[in-house]
C-alpha cells in the first residue's frame, strides 16, 4: 500500500544471465486483465537485472522466467 493508501501489487527482485550462451534471462510479467506484457532482461554472461515495479489497481500478476 502507498503513502496515501491507493492499494498496488508489488513486484521487486532480480534476473541474471548464468550461462555464456548468447542467450538472455527473462522475466516476463501479465497482468490480470491485460494483454501486454512488462519485459525484464538480463543479457550478458553474468549481467544481473534487478526488477522493480509497482502496479496501481492490480491484485494479482502471472510472473514467469524464460530464456531467449
Known amino acids: 500500500m502507498s503513502d496515501d493508501g491507493e492499494r498496488y501489487l508489488a513486484i521487486d ?3 541474471k544471465d548464468t550461462l555464456p550462451d548468447n542467450r ?4 516476463k510479467i501479465l497482468l490480470a486483465g491485460e ?3 512488462t519485459y525484464d532482461s538480463a ?10 515495479h509497482r502496479f496501481y489497481g492490480v491484485n494479482s ?3 514467469k522466467l524464460s530464456v531467449s
Open 24 to 27: 538472455c534471462a527473462r522475466v
Open 61 to 63: 500478476a502471472s510472473v
Open 35 to 37: 494483454r501486454v506484457p
Open 13 to 15: 527482485g532480480w534476473v
Open 43 to 52: 543479457c550478458g554472461y553474468g549481467v544481473r537485472q534487478q526488477i522493480h
